[in-house]
């Protein structure tokens, strides 16, 4: 990339550095041009695109070596690593599906099953068998593990199924009476058990009724474009969206853990994909839906199965044909990237989502060209005017690679041509502000009882980004630092469900990432600015409220004054809101009105009152209440001493030991920050939050619960109390009053259980199965914890 960028003529970087929508065919053009006569760019292409030269080829004789591996590892007893081993020999192992008889797929699908079952993974190892049966149908080994599987899952029936047809394909006397041993062991067993043997596979959970979506309008205002507005009223709590993605692609850093197609977690069966060893997926049909490829074995008699009984012939066929059933005018997202070619592995992951999208809209092409497909079925907004000099740079040159990427696979379909190539631009752009982070929640680790110490869980529930994905109707809720709706996904599916009750004809609006209670509004807008190159017109930055005012502010220096003291860049944002508010003649007497009454209603009328008593002044320096000044350079040296002092104490959290020096210096400086920073400070509540952890880890749970209250206690002041950052911190709370027996987990337990489902709806505890673990806890017999307790 940086060699292209250098070769471009100074000139005509120049003229795409300033270039406007309206001169991207030009600036295409020029740069195409100048490409087509480089050799370094179709060197670079044809390094991409050789199949001879791909990295992500299956290689056989690697897969024979991950195999022999697993072999050794198995016969040693390692199973963990004969299971890695297995994997990633089937990760490589080319799919020859016409060699049905010794099949070496087969074969690795089987040795994998071993190993599943020998760490206790009996329903991954059954799957393996199943899959091994679909490459080989009548291999005996396959039949026969599958039948041990399904004994271990008290699926005698199926067992003896399974045994049955593996006894028929066994070709040696020896395996014959093994088989026989096992199939006595199921004929025993299904006796002993009755009608209960009959049991089906029971692991499908049921997925419960979805409430009806929300009617929704799309409506233009000058301040943010397009926005999602409701027809009526929208109840707490309801589904007012949910949406599959256009495209989506799993981020780089999680391709060896999650699935390339439904984001969740791999399981130790994955699979990967049929014709290269990139994608992983967790399951027939992800690998299906993003593949487009299937085995396609519909079971007609094999030799070595002929004579058995319908029923039986039945069974086979079932198990060969599996659950996978391919949607009509579905389009396989990763076909185009499959064939040799190794430049999805290479570019950025926003280009080759570029990639799926442009391939999605030639796929779906009826008569229209791609051109105008590409602009009728993507109408979304874009930041290309905004962007630096450098990207519209990077972006003209991604576009140019991609689209002779895409070439190989679509020759005559994909004409290259300036047009096409500012379009791809455009993509790119509209992908950077409208492509949504697919996220999931870090579970924490669930430890042991509570009367078992070495329990742990003291840190915050973290979300982690999986995918980046492009939802057509989702991208039009415009953002607001105060949502009132909330987006959460379930495998690659949008579910947005509102927050609180929404008023017919008001604006629905998620938030892009900063909120109130979070950041001040400075940080929320510079963030806001550098991803997405708007300047925030939401209620939070364009009205006081109180968490701006106090999250970084100082004490004031007379006892008992709760007013606040801000600093010059913080007194600026707030002073700018102050001028909207006073700036509006019209709204002047009643917007004032209710935004002091909400400042009020936030109950801490010490913080509102400053608004009053200022005479609309919010100087820095100086208390807004009484006037009092701060030397807020001595106040900054003397915290920044503080901070060093909580990164002491985060390391000491993180390697598990606290020593007491550590602790007493973290108590000492929490109280300095109190002297200094206002009580309501952001920085004091991560000091408690700090503190509670340590205390948890050196077991004096007493402590920790006090810390643990303080921190909330803050939160409440910056954040909506029923905000879903006093939920998580909730958890940590209820947790420790679980292990310390106060009578107020309940109510803790109670106000986590409707934050989670104002913000998860139904789903809170497939999302958050700590949940169950939390709620089963209360239970004294099955107390669990999810907080951190001292080592054992
Ligand atoms: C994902 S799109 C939302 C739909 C968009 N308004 C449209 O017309 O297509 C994001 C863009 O909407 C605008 N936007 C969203 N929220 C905004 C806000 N709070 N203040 C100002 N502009 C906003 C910005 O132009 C931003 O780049």
Known sequence: MEKLKSAVPEVLKQEIWKSTPAELPSTCSSLLDFFHHLPQFHQMVKDLTDPAMALCCKDQSAALEAKLKGNECFSKGDYPNALLSYSQALRLAPVDIDDMEKNPVAVLYVNRASALQKVGLLLECLRDCSRALRVSPNYAKAWFRRGKANISLGKFEDAIRDLNISLKAEISSSGKRQIEAELNVALDKNKGMGSSGKKRNQNFSEVPDEPDQVKLRCLFKKTKGRGMFCVDDVSEASLVHKEDPYAAIVLKKCRETHCHFCF???????????????????????????????????????KALEGLPDDLQNYISDVVAGNST??????????????????????????????RILVKVIEQKKHASVVSNLIRILDLSHNYPQLPPESKLEMHIYSIILVHCLQHFYTTELPISGIMISKLVILLSQIQVNSMAVVRVQAPEVRGPVYEPGNALTSSLEQVKVGQAVYVAGSLFNHSCRPNIHAYFLSRTLYVQATEYILAGSELELSYGPQVGQWDCKDRQQLLEDHYSFTCQCTGCSELNVSDLVINAYRCTKPNCLGVILDSTIARYEKQKLKLLLDAPAVYSSSLHKQIEKLKGANINEVA??????????????????????????????????????????????????????????????????????PFNKRIAEAEDNLAQAFCLVGELQAALDHCKASIQILEKLYDPNHIAIGNELIKLASLQILVGDSAASDSMSRITAIFSRYYGSHADDIYPFLRHLKASQDVDKRVTLYPLKAQ
């Not at 209440?625 to 909580?646: K, N, P």
């Open 264 to 302: 969740n977690e791999l399981p130790a069966d994955a699979i990967s994909c049929l014709s290269c060893s990139i994608p992983l997926y967790c399951s027939d049909q992800c690998q299906l839906q993003a593949g487009g490829q299937k085995f396609d074995r519909s079971f007609t008699n094999f």
């Open 326 to 355: 391919p949607e009509t005018g579905h389009i396989a997202e990763h076909r185009h990237e499959c064939l040799g070619f190794h430049w999805p592995l290479i570019l950025p992951s926003e280009v080759v989502l570029a990639g």
């Open 609 to 678: 009152r400053c608004i009053f008593q200022s005479d609309y002044k919010l100087e820095p320096q100086n208390c807004l209440v009484c006037g009092s000044y701060r030397d807020l350079e001595a106040s900054c040296a003397a915290t920044s001493q503080v901070d060093s002092c909580c990164k002491r104490l985060q390391d000491a959290i993180a390697s598990n030991e606290v020593p007491n020096n550590i602790l007493q210096d973290a108590l000492r400086c929490t109280d300095l920050l109190r002297t200094i920073l206002h």
